[in-house]
């Protein structure tokens, strides 16, 4: 029981940090297909949890280093066509 009230803090904590600091990305955390269950009664488990937070955790990830990437591209640009 302790693990999942850990994750469940865990989760909560990090869906927070996006909803403050990338509010552009929180808008599509309904749309996760990971949340969707795909039976008619899902079965929520401790594994589930591990699955979600990883996967938030993975989304926030790709999102800061691709909008990195898309910032150093701008900075270039903007030198290059001075």
């Known amino acids: 029981m302790k ?3 850990r994750l469940t803090k865990e989760i909560n904590e990090l ?3 996006i ?3 990338y509010p552009e990305l929180y808008q ?13 009664t899902p079965e929520i488990s401790v594994n589930s949890f591990v699955d979600y937070l990883d996967n ?3 989304l926030l990830e790709r999102y ?3 909008h990195k990437q898309m910032k150093h ?3 270039i640009n903007s030198v290059v066509y001075k």
């Open 3 to 5: 693990k999942l009230q």
């Open 15 to 17: 869906t927070l940090r």
């Open 19 to 21: 909803e403050q600091d």
């Open 28 to 40: 599509y955390l309904d749309e996760n297909p990971i949340t969707i269950p795909d039976c008619e």
């Open 56 to 58: 938030l955790k993975s």
């Open 64 to 66: 800061i280093e691709s």
């Open 73 to 75: 591209l701008r900075t």
